[in-house]
């Protein structure tokens, strides 16, 4: 951003010293001929744009030798205009139809590579995985991950390495299956009497979306924090949906995407982003006093002896002996929070709305 913005403050410059010595040199040519026709207040802040547009396209052609073909991309905007915000798996197969195995967009001031051949994403995910191992943050992503000291948006490296094996062993292993699995097997036999036993299910129907809702963070919360919400109006279950469903709604907002690909529109966004750590601080918060420290006193009142009996405490277990910070412990929460809860939500719902909308499938799958 620094660097566009000393690009257009020295075109600016130029501009001004250009009209100047124009006025210096012809003080006649500038009130006669064509220019006499465009007021020079236009003229003027035009002309570091214009400036800028023909230097990006002269940059652009030289560094180009060395980048994948790709759709004709504009000055400022790249190829956003032509894909929009709609850049689906569909829309990139097509277009790899007609630029290739590897294609390049430019959205904004960013290059995106785009693969879509089986041996090269072998070599993007696999082969050459240390070289891709970071996601890339945004602007609003560095707000919700605190610069990366999550585990998800991690730069890849030591730390990024020690994140993952602490988190391994209390969420990602056999072990962990075979102990949790009648826990989640209850959580599921609750929703069925649930629905069997409740009068109203009957008469008025039921979104079953909600009480999934309840499942979902039940299994979850008891896998993190030996912790279950009682029903759907537990406030602190309203509150852990309502903290959970907004940051996804801001983090995946489309509304964000001018500033974000366009450095220098960044300005414009401090109302969104302001938005952004506001909720990111009442999230953190709220796991925080009522889930983390409700952890660290059990731990606490066991003394030395503590028993590692959750997700959670294995993680504090960890930042107890030195291997990670407290924000890291923060930031693994919010992380489980969106990979865990939120994709497999999303994942209900959209198997559900298949249902719904293609009511004979189940039955011809099962015959
Ligand atoms: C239907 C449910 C789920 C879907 C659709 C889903 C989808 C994904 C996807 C697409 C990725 C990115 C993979 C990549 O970048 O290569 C991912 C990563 C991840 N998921 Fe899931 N996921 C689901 C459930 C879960 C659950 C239940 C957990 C935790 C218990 C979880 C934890 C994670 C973590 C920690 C990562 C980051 C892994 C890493 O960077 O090393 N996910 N998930």
Redesign the pocket.
Known sequence: MAHSATKSMFFTLLAVAFVSCMKFACPNYLSTARFSQLPLSIILPLLPLILYFLTSIVARSSASKNLPPGPVSYPLFGNWLQVGNDLNHRLLASLSQTYGAVFLLKLGSKNLAVVSDPELANQV?HAQGVEFGS?PRNVVFDIFTGGGQD??FTVYGEHWRKM?RI?TLP??TNKVVNQYSNSWEQEMDLVVEDIKDNEKVRTEGIVIRKRLQLMLYNI?YR?MFDARFQSQEDPLFVQATRFNSERSRLAQSFEYNYGDFIPWLRPFLRGYLNKCRDLQQRRLAFFNSYFIEERRKTMASNGEKHKISCAMDHIIHAQMKGEISEENVLYIVE??NV??IE??L??MEWAIAELVNHPTVPGEDQR
């Open positions: 995910l996601r585990m998800v993952r988190m969420f990602f979850m896998m992380n489980i990979a865990a994709t497999t999303w994942s």
